[in-house]
């Protein structure tokens, strides 16, 4: 924490070098041990924010009872992306990160990454490798989760293998790229860092760092259809012309082996206008229709 004194106005102002921000919703069980994880970090110069998206569990309740250890703001349901954009703005730290609700962190997660930051001043954003926990149980993750350090566009464009618990930035990040989309239910996440990966290098700390819990009930990403709004995040990036010629056949080729997916998916379960929107779009996309045209994003 720096500490800074304007002699003449006898004024000490003290500047907070990290900002931790939690989005949360009603995930007051596991809440508890995630706001722990960050008070018992070794490193000990960061604010800690929660945004309550809206919880009815208690949450509130709870920040009272934390009051001097972090800042409380509750907002109306608008989701993820909305709760992590409220925690970045109202922000004050020169590093930026955050840790889901679900999720925990080990005791030297902020030291080794801000350690990494401090080493590396060309580094914009650096993530870390994680241990998962399905249903009290830890699994491996597979193959197709392996990270990626450097330019990481390309493996970004499969999946989202960056975790948001994992990741630590500088502020000029979100100066640069811009903020997490709230107008995608789920999925923000891939759609932000294909945004940030066609900018900066990913820098990946091949240490496990944090501690992913999944296989509950609430969790949206266990959900079936999700590729709806990857696809809507890389018909966003179609229209970007900052994308090269290979970079651009990456993301045509992924939206209709996407759209595929979610063509059979929605005839196996009969919804048929759902099946054919994406049947068209893949006829579209394959057509090289998409730059700047009539291609039904919003979807």
Excluded at 58 to 85: C, H, M
Excluded at 184 to 193: F, G, M, N, R, V
């Amino acid at each position: 924490m720096l500490l800074i004194k304007f002699r003449i106005l006898n004024i000490m102002v003290i500047m907070i070098e990290t900002s931790v921000i939690i989005p949360t919703f009603n995930r007051l069980s596991f809440l508890k041990e995630a706001v722990e994880s960050v008070l018992s970090q070794t490193y000990q110069d960061f604010e800690l924010i929660l945004v309550d998206d809206g919880s009815t569990d208690g949450t509130k309740e709870f920040a009272a009872r934390r009051s001097d250890q972090l800042k409380y703001i509750y907002q109306e349901n608008f989701g993820p992306s909305a709760a992590r954009n409220r925690g970045i703005k109202e922000s004050e730290g020169e590093y930026i990160t955050f840790l889901d609700s679900d999720d925990l962190w080990l005791e030297n997660k902020l030291q080794v990454e801000i350690d990494f930051m401090k080493s590396n001043l060309d580094a914009m954003v650096c993530y870390s490798d994680e241990i998962w926990i399905r249903r009290g149980v830890r699994v491996n993750p597979k193959n197709k989760h392996r990270k990626y350090s450097g330019w990481i566009f390309e493996q970004c464009l499969l999946l989202c293998i960056v975790s948001p618990s994992s990741v630590l930035m500088r502020r000029e990040f979100f100066e640069s790229v811009g903020y997490f989309d709230e107008t995608l239910p789920a999925c923000e996440d891939y759609d932000l860092w294909l945004r940030a990966s066609l900018e900066f290098p990913f820098y990946y700390i091949p240490k496990k760092l944090i501690m992913k819990r999944g296989g509950h009930e609430d969790q949206l990403s266990i959900q079936w259809g999700l590729d709806r709004y990857r696809v809507r995040a890389l018909l966003k990036l179609l229209k970007n012309s900052e994308l090269d010629k290979r970079q651009y056949e990456w993301v045509v080729e992924k939206v209709i082996e996407k759209a595929a997916i979610l063509e059979q998916g929605f005839r196996k379960r009969e919804n048929l206008p759902e099946a054919e929107f994406y049947k068209k779009l893949t006829v579209e996309v394959a057509k090289n229709v998409v730059q700047n045209q009539d291609i039904r994003g919003e979807r």
